[in-house]
Nanobody, 125 residues
Framework: QVQLVESGGGLVQAGGSLRLSCTAS????????MGWFRQAPGKEREFVAA????????SYADSVKGRITISRDNAKNTVYLQMNSLKPEDTAVYYC??????????????????WGQGTQVTVSS
């Protein structure tokens, strides 16, 4: 069992930056691929970014490319989401997720096995 705890959300003005963190319990973090998703009110959960077990493969949703960077530190059991040039449409609850395989090639929520509780990101215009 893996427990994921997100942090770093908050209120920021448009154009600002935030860095989200997701720390995992357990000793097998380095073998999991990790993803970030977000869900705005009244909308489905959508893919944001994913990173393979060793950080060698990364993918992003088109809507965030060039503004958001995913990274991981396996020594700290933590995955990060650096978000720059934030827009009001980035407002959502952000969730991290873990999959029990080295890479998830399909950016769908049901490909992931464990989820955090979410952290709110609000971008004001």
């Amino acid at each position: 069992q893996v427990q994921l705890v997100e942090s770093g959300g908050g209120l920021v003005q448009a154009g600002g930056s935030l860095r989200l963190s997701c720390t995992a319990s357990g000793r097998t973090f380095s073998s999991y691929s990790m993803g970030w998703f977000r869900q705005a009110p009244g909308k489905e959960r959508e893919f944001v970014a994913a990173i393979s077990w060793n950080g060698g493969t990364i993918s992003y949703a088109d809507s965030v490319k060039g503004r958001i960077t995913i990274s991981r530190d396996n020594a700290k059991n933590t995955v990060y989401l650096q978000m720059n040039s934030l827009k009001p449409e980035d407002t959502a609850v952000y969730y991290c997720a873990a999959a029990q395989r080295r890479w998830v090639g399909v950016p769908r929520p049901n490909e992931y096995d464990y989820w955090g509780q979410g952290t709110q990101v609000t971008v004001s215009s």
